[in-house]
C-alpha cells in the first residue's frame, strides 16, 4: 500500500509539475507574442514613416510642378521676346499689316491700250482700300507669259519713290514690241510686281498683244510722263 500510495503521489507530483512547466510555456509565449505584436507595430511604424516620405515624394512633383509652371512663364517670356521681335516687325506709318514698301498684293493694277506714240500699253496702280505704302526707286518688273519674257528699261535712270494712298495712283509705260520684223509672240496678260524680289507678282489683263523685246518706263505720277516711244531715250 504504501508504495501504491507512493507510486501514486508521484504521479501526482509529475502530472502538478507539467502542468507548471505548460503554465510557464504558456506564459513565455504570451509576452513573445506581444514582443512581436510590438514588433509588428514597429513595422508598421516604419512604414508609416516610409510613407511619409512617399507622400513627401508627391509633394517633391509638385515642387516640379512649380518648376514646370516657371519654364512655363520661361516660355511666356519667349513669347513676349517674340512679341518684342513682332513688334519689331509691326508696320510702322499709316500701312497697316504690310509695311512701308508696296508690294503688288498691296496694289490695284490696271492696264489699257494707248493708240500714240506707235502704240502702247498704259499700266496704273494704286493703293488698296485702307493701305498706305511707298514704291521705292526702280523700275516695275513687268514680263510676260510662263516663260517670262521681261520687259527692258525704257529710261537710263530710275525715278523717286512714291508714297500710295488713296486714289493717288502711278503709271508706267510699256511698248511691248520694238522691233521692226514681224514676228512676236501673242499674250493677253502680262505680270506686274515691284522690283524682282516681289513675292507676290500680280497679273494684269491686257487683252491681245504681240511681244517681241519689250521695254518698261519707271512709275510716274502722270500718265503722260509714262509713254515708253520705241526704244531707249539714249
Known amino acids: 500500500m504504501n508504495r501504491t500510495c507512493t507510486a501514486r503521489i508521484r504521479r501526482v507530483a509529475l502530472t502538478a509539475a507539467a502542468a507548471a512547466a505548460l503554465a510557464a510555456t504558456v506564459t513565455a509565449c504570451g509576452p513573445a507574442e506581444g514582443e512581436g505584436a510590438a514588433s509588428g507595430g514597429g513595422s508598421g511604424a516604419s512604414a508609416a514613416a516610409s ?35 513682332g513688334g519689331g516687325s509691326a ?8 509695311g512701308q514698301s508696296c508690294g ?59 508714297k500710295l494712298s488713296g486714289s493717288k495712283t502711278v503709271y508706267a ?28 507678282p500680280a497679273s494684269v489683263t491686257t487683252g491681245p498683244v504681240t511681244v517681241d523685246k519689250p521695254i518698261v518706263t519707271n512709275w510716274h505720277t502722270t500718265p503722260t510722263d509714262a509713254v515708253p516711244g520705241d526704244g531707249t531715250d539714249n
Not at 91 to 98: A, C, N, V
Open 173 to 200: 509705260g510699256i511698248n511691248p514690241k520694238t522691233t521692226k520684223a514681224n514676228g512676236g509672240v501673242e499674250f493677253t496678260f502680262l505680270i506686274a510686281a515691284i522690283g524682282t524680289s516681289d513675292p507676290n
Open 104 to 162: 503688288a498684293n498691296d496694289l490695284t493694277f490696271s492696264a489699257r491700250s494707248q493708240s500714240q506714240a506707235g502704240g502702247y500699253i498704259l499700266l496704273s496702280a494704286h493703293a488698296k482700300p485702307g493701305i498706305t505704302c511707298t514704291i521705292p526707286s526702280g523700275l516695275p518688273s513687268v514680263s510676260f507669259g510662263s516663260k517670262g519674257i521681261e520687259a527692258q528699261p525704257a529710261e537710263q535712270s530710275v525715278g523717286p519713290a512714291i
Open 51 to 85: 510613407a511619409a516620405p512617399s507622400s513627401d515624394a508627391p509633394q517633391g512633383g509638385s515642387g516640379g510642378g512649380k518648376a514646370a509652371g516657371s519654364s512655363s512663364n520661361g516660355g511666356a517670356s519667349g513669347k513676349d521676346r517674340g512679341s518684342s521681335s
Open 91 to 98: 508696320p510702322s506709318g499709316d500701312k497697316k499689316g504690310y
